[in-house]
C-alpha cells in the first residue's frame, strides 16, 4: 500500500510541473547522465566514452574518470578516451594522472587546439597562469575563431586579476 502512495505521489508531483517522469532518477542526475545507450550505433569501447562525456557534462567528475579509464582499459590507444581521462583527473585533482595522459596523447595528436586547450586548462587549474597563456595563445593562433579558446583565455584574464593567497589564509575576512 505504501508503495502504491508513493508510486501515485510521484505521479502528481510529476502532473504538477514542468518536469516529465523521465526527468525522476536517483542522486539528481539528469536523465541524459542516467540514460540507456546501448541502443546506441556505437563500437563497443564508445559506451565508456558516451557515458564518460556524459558524466562529465552533469559534474560528476570522478564517475567521468572511471568511465575514461575502463575506455582506456578497452581501447588503450584511442586518443579521445585520453583526452576525456586527462580532462576528468584535472576535475578531480589528480594531477599526476592527468600529466600521464597528456603525455601519452601529445605524440598521437600533436598540436590540436582540443589537446592544447585542456592543456592549458589543466595549468590554469595548477595555478601555472603564465604556462596556461602559452598553451592558450598557441591554440588561438590555430583557430581565432574558436570559442573554446576563447573563453579560456576570458577565464584566464580573469583568473589574473585576483590575488593570489596561501591555502588556508583567510586573514584578509
Known sequence: ??????GV???????CSDIGIGEFSSFSDS???????????????DQFIVTG???????????AYRSFKKAIDVA??????WLGYAAAADMTRRFDKA??????????????IE????????QLLRGN??????????????????ETTANNLELLRNSAAFQKRAPGDLRGI
Open 76 to 81: 588503450p590507444e584511442d586518443p579521445q578516451a
Open 115 to 122: 589537446f592544447l586547450n585542456n592543456f592549458g586548462y589543466s
Open 129 to 146: 597562469l603564465q604556462s596556461a597563456r602559452t598553451y592558450f595563445l598557441r591554440a588561438y593562433e590555430i583557430d581565432p575563431s574558436n
Open 9 to 15: 505521489a510521484l505521479l502528481a508531483a510529476a502532473a
Open 53 to 63: 562525456k556524459a558524466q562529465f557534462d552533469e559534474g560528476n567528475f570522478g564517475l
Open 1 to 6: 500500500m505504501r508503495k502504491l502512495l508513493a
Open 31 to 45: 536523465s541524459e547522465s542516467v540514460a540507456d545507450t546501448s541502443n546506441r550505433d556505437y563500437y563497443p569501447n
Open 99 to 112: 600529466d600521464f595522459a597528456y603525455r601519452k596523447i601529445q605524440p598521437v595528436v600533436g598540436n590540436r
